[in-house]
């Protein structure tokens, strides 16, 4: 029903940008809340941003909180993850994700994702 396709992601110095980008596509778009999580080599899966269905409320990890911005355009049927003053831990393949309740998004529980973008960032 929703398909998600991420891009964006790269390799960068620490202290830079980058923004990632995820299109969907599926008719139920804006009835999804959508977030962003990770995963290192050797490391559990992490939520780190998410969103509700309106964009009235969000979620960061405190681990980027103050760097991250999560922001949706429904209209354009896509998710945006801007994220500043990269560092090094922050080096992960990044997924898109939407689940139709915003509390099942904070626990891990997606209805669906994409194939992720690979984000390194160098010290």
């Known amino acids: 029903q929703v398909q998600l396709v991420e891009s964006g992601g790269g390799l960068v110095q620490a202290g830079g940008s980058l923004r990632l980008s995820c299109a969907a596509s599926?008719?139920?778009?804006?009835?999804?809340?959508m977030g962003w999580f990770r995963q290192a080599p050797g490391k559990e899966r992490d939520v780190v941003a998410a969103?509700?269905?309106?964009?009235?409320?969000?979620y960061y990890a405190d681990s980027v909180k103050g760097r991250f911005t999560i922001s949706r355009d429904n209209a354009r049927s896509a998710v945006y993850l801007q994220m500043n003053s990269l560092k090094p831990e922050d080096t992960a393949v990044y997924y898109c994700?939407?689940?139709?309740?915003?509390?099942?998004?904070?626990?891990?529980?997606?209805?669906?994702w994409g194939q992720g973008t690979q984000v390194t960032v160098s010290s």
């Open positions: 994700a939407a689940d139709t309740m915003f509390s099942e998004l904070l626990g891990g529980e997606y209805d669906y």
């Open positions: 599926g008719r139920l778009f804006s009835s999804y809340a």
């Open positions: 969103i509700t269905w309106s964009g009235g409320s969000t």
